[in-house]
C-alpha cells in the first residue's frame, strides 16, 4: 500500500491518498518509460483575446509523429484539461508514449490547457460559450499550426475529469465541427446553472434531450463510489443518466464504471481505457 499526500495551502493530516496496487496490475506498464521513444513535450505562455487571461499551454509529439507529412490522416488530436495535472499527476505523455510503443495507438499531438486560477477554472469549464469559442477559434487553430497538424474532428478528442469533463461535452457538442469525440473522467453532469428549476436539474442531459444530435462519439466514465449523498444528486447516477439519454438520440457511447471515487488515481486508467477504446489499433 502507497499513500499519496496532496499538498496545499489547506494541509490536514487527513487529506490523502491510498492505493493498494496488486501484482498483476496490468495498466502499470503505461504509467512507466521502459526505453520507450519519447514525445517531445514544450511549455508556453498563451494569451486569450476573448477571455482576457493567459494561461499555460503544453504541446505535445509523440516520436512517430511525422510533421513532413501534410495531411497526418491517420494521428489523433487530444485536448486535455486541467493540463498540469494531466502531465505530473496523472501522466498522459508516457502513458501515450508507452500505447503508441506498443502500436496501441495511431501517432499523437496533445494539446494540455489550465487554466489561469482556480477560480477561473470553476467558470471556465461548466459549460461556458465563451471559453469554448476561445478553444475552438483561438487556441485549436494556434495549437495546429505550431503542431503542424491538419488533423479533422474525426479524430479529435477534447478530454477531462470532474469539471473537465463537462466541459469535454460541452465544448464537443457546441463545436462538433472542430472536437468530434469526448473523453469524459468522473463527468460532473449533476451540474446546472445558477437558478436551474429543479425539473430542470443535469443540464446537460436536458441539452442533449432537447438538441438535434450532433456527429460526436463519447467514452464516459465514472467511479461506483461517486454516489449520490444527503438527498443531492450524484455524480455515478448523471452519468448512468446521461449515457442513457445520449444512447436514446442515437450516438456512439462507450460507458465503463471503475470501483474508485473521484481521484486522480483512477482517472490514470480512464484516460488510458478511454483512448484505447476511442482510437485503439485493432491487431490484426
Avoid: C
Avoid at 8 to 28: A, I, Q
Avoid at 54 to 72: C, G, K, M, P, Q
Avoid at 238 to 246: A, C, E, G, K, S
Amino acid at each position: 500500500m502507497e499513500n499519496f499526500y496532496r499538498f496545499d495551502n489547506n494541509f490536514s493530516p487527513f487529506n490523502y491518498d491510498s492505493t493498494v496496487s496488486l501484482v498483476e496490475l496490468s495498466k502499470d506498464i503505461y504509467l512507466k518509460h521502459n526505453t520507450v521513444a519519447q514525445g517531445k513535450l514544450i511549455k508556453y505562455r498563451f494569451s486569450s483575446k476573448l477571455l482576457n487571461n493567459e494561461r499555460n499551454i503544453w504541446l505535445y509529439t509523440s516520436a512517430n509523429f511525422d510533421v513532413t507529412n501534410t495531411e497526418n490522416s491517420n494521428s489523433v488530436l487530444l485536448l486535455q484539461f486541467d493540463g498540469k495535472k494531466f502531465i505530473n499527476k496523472i501522466p498522459v505523455p508516457v502513458i501515450l508514449d508507452n500505447l503508441i510503443h506498443q502500436a496501441k495507438l495511431p501517432p499523437v499531438v496533445a494539446i494540455f490547457v489550465d487554466n489561469p486560477t482556480q477560480y477561473s477554472r470553476t467558470t471556465e469549464l461548466p459549460d461556458n460559450a465563451l471559453f469554448a469559442q476561445a478553444l475552438a477559434e483561438e487556441i485549436l487553430p494556434w495549437a495546429k499550426q505550431t503542431l503542424k497538424a491538419k488533423i479533422d474532428a474525426n479524430n479529435t478528442v477534447v478530454a477531462g475529469a470532474s469539471f473537465g469533463g463537462l466541459a469535454a461535452s460541452s465544448v464537443a457538442l457546441r463545436y462538433p465541427e472542430h472536437f468530434g469525440n469526448v473523453l469524459s473522467m468522473s463527468g460532473s453532469y449533476w451540474w446546472s446553472p445558477q437558478g436551474t428549476l429543479p425539473e430542470n436539474e443535469e443540464h446537460t442531459s436536458n441539452w442533449v434531450a432537447s438538441n438535434d444530435t450532433k456527429p460526436v462519439r463519447f467514452f464516459l466514465s465514472a467511479g461506483l463510489f461517486e454516489r449520490s449523498q444527503n438527498g443531492s444528486i450524484g455524480l455515478l447516477e448523471t452519468n448512468r443518466h446521461l449515457q442513457t439519454v445520449l444512447k436514446a438520440k442515437g450516438y456512439d457511447v462507450i460507458y465503463k464504471e471503475f470501483a474508485a471515487g473521484h481521484d486522480d488515481f483512477s482517472w490514470q486508467e480512464g484516460f488510458t481505457e478511454g483512448m484505447l477504446a476511442l482510437f485503439g489499433i485493432k491487431m490484426k
